[in-house]
């Protein structure tokens, strides 16, 4: 078996697959080492929503084959208000999804190692080398490329990860049958993602309904343990509790049943990376804080992580002679901010400001959505100041006097 690489990959999901399958076509020698066995894969870490976008869909080739259904609108819903735009989506089969990137990336060369559990980088003169899986075992390359998410074994000890307790959103997610879609006094959620701003249901945070065919959908909560979710949690329940008051209380699911075996857990990090990379090295996917901090969408940021990583490493091994040093990745860095989280600063900063508002707010923010139309929309998700003044008016006042109360708190060391 072959132990010298030009990259070793540590994770399989959708960041590493991607890197190993653009660094494989580009005729590279490329090992991935993957915790879970081969036969389970991908059963521990299916943890995704699994809606994207046809943008993704295009940009990485994938086959509708694992689409369990297109879209064509998203919903937005407050506690008694709801906003609806035209959108074409698409909702995975996330397992299917992954386990083609596998497939194909082994098609083009790509190595998989599973039951491989990356421990810690090899490190020779100050610089990483290589890889320690299970205990003893050695890959070695010219460049390591850590892709495991927020457990990130190997950043963690090079000094590259910065994840924070605080900053870390949990979720769960159900699949159901069962559900009525078009229940009257709703938004209409055949081919329809949800995303519902409550408090009561996800404080801090929000809920989902991923329309997934017929009567079926993915439905989930997902916060991260903020100011908002301070004010209005109960003591007594944690993030099983909520989905299940959800489901117990929204007349949607008052004849729904859960799928066998299809309940998925994830997490994340809402933050501003600090250090992506250093000599020899790159952290991708979850092991930066990659998804979109506004509306959860990752799988996309994920594989462009990935995608910058590949590209990254080719300028710097196809001549042979440009050192893989903290310098010469450092367009790694570069697109990391301008192609996998442009705006990421200002749309973190939206994502406070948003989930600080009140349930009321909420129904009155679905009423604003509806009088502007789509280009300032647009605007404002991408952070545009101007079109963000456009949703704010002289009610906001105290509102934004909280938002810049918690700005100082988080910059001040007091």
Known sequence: MNERYDVVIAGAGPAGA?????????????????????????????????????????????????????????VLESPSNHYVQEQSGAVLEFADFKRFLVADGRDEGAEYRFDARATAPIVEDGEPVGVTYNGDEEVYAEIVVDATGPAAPLAKKLGVSDLQRENHAIGIEYELEGIEVDRPGFADLHDAMMLRLDHNIAPGGYSWIFHTGEDTAKVGVCYIQNDSHDQYARDDFSIDDYLTHWLDTDPRFRNASRLEGKQHRGSAHIQMPGRVHTDRFMAIGDTVPTVDPLWGEGIHTCMQSGRMAAAAADSCLKHGNV????????????????????????RLLMTQLLYLASNDRYDKLMADLGRLDEETLAKANNGNPLAITKLLGVEDASLLARFAKQQLDLELPW
């Open 323 to 346: 050192e893989p040093n903290a310098e010469n990745l450092g367009v790694y860095d570069s697109l990391w901010h301008t192609k996998v989280a442009p705006n990421a600063k200002k």
């Open 18 to 74: 991607q890197c190993a399958r653009d660094l494989a076509t580009r005729g590279y020698d490329v090992v991935v080492l993957e915790t879970e066995s081969e036969d389970d894969f991908p059963r521990q870490s299916n943890k995704s929503t699994a809606g994207t976008f046809p943008s993704m869909m295009a940009s990485f080739g994938i086959p509708d084959d694992v689409v369990m259904q297109y879209t064509d609108k998203v």
